[in-house]
């Protein structure tokens, strides 16, 4: 349980909404808080520094945000922060300091930390963003599972109950995610975490990860020294890979 904590996956520092997660162990635990926080928080930003424009939307003077782009609030964009054309932001959102929201990119319920990018074609919804991280263009949160039942996060093939019905994907700090990527309601990626273009991803990822060709990840964990892949093959066969002895079994 300890990897799927906030301490685990985030620093703190590296966003505005460091105080939202006083007292929580979780990520998914911030979500249903964000919205009155970004009210709260508003606030009291430096007027000198942040311009609130329209209901409870502030955006950092430094800001850059083509007039195309749509947003709702709660919302906050921090300094020097990029919202490109045809973004479309349907609130409850924080965008961090230099972070990037691309073309035809929607953003809600979620939280970017510092310097993230997600520029190209993306879908975040009720996720949260570790610094740095990216994802590559077409990549998209799945953030309700087909049957509207609360999500569970896959943890060491076991099943931990999140409470909520809404959650994308929580991205520990520099992440990468390749392109057309589908992060399914509950994937937890840890920090430093790379993720193959074309990746089915669901449960705890915590390690460098790299795909067999046509396969879909669905698990990743560290047990006894040793990485584990838990993929699926294209006819849907579950397969284990040990990364640790280059073995399959």
């Known amino acids: 349980m300890e990897r799927l904590t906030i301490k685990k996956l985030y620093n703190l520092d590296e966003t505005i909404a ?18 009155d926080f970004i009210i709260k928080l508003g606030n009291t930003l430096d007027p000198d520094i942040y311009e609130k424009k329209g209901d409870n939307i502030w955006i950092a003077k430094s800001a850059k945000v083509f007039d195309s782009a749509y947003l709702n609030g709660p919302l906050i964009i921090d300094e020097d922060a990029e919202v ?42 009720d ?4 610094h740095m991280s990216h994802t590559g263009a077409g990549s998209i949160t799945s953030n309700l599972k087909s049957d509207k039942t609360l ?12 409470g909520v019905k809404k959650f994308g994907a929580m991205l520990g700090d520099h992440v990468e995610v390749g ?24 449960g705890l990822i915590t390690v460098s990860t790299y795909l ?28 284990i890979l040990n990364v640790g002895s280059l073995e399959t079994r």
């Open 18 to 35: 460091k105080d939202l997660f006083d007292g929580l162990t979780y990520p998914w635990e911030a979500l249903p808080l964000i919205g």
């Open 84 to 125: 490109r054309q045809c973004a479309f932001i349907r609130g409850n959102a924080i965008v961090g300091k230099g972070a990037t929201v691309g073309n035809s990119t929607e953003l809600k319920n979620a939280i970017l930390f510092n310097g993230v990018q997600v520029p190209h074609f993306n879908y975040i919804g």
């Open 151 to 162: 999500v569970t996060v896959l943890l060491d093939g076991k099943k931990v109950e999140t």
């Open 212 to 239: 067999c060709p046509n396969a879909s990840i669905v698990s990743v964990y560290d047990s006894s020294h040793s990485v584990h892949i838990y993929f699926l093959t294209p006819n849907f066969e579950a397969s």
């Open 127 to 130: 996720s949260i963003l570790g």
């Open 179 to 202: 392109c057309n990527s589908v992060l399914n309601p509950g994937t937890v990626i840890g920090k430093n975490t790379n993720v193959y273009p074309l990746s089915f991803s669901v």
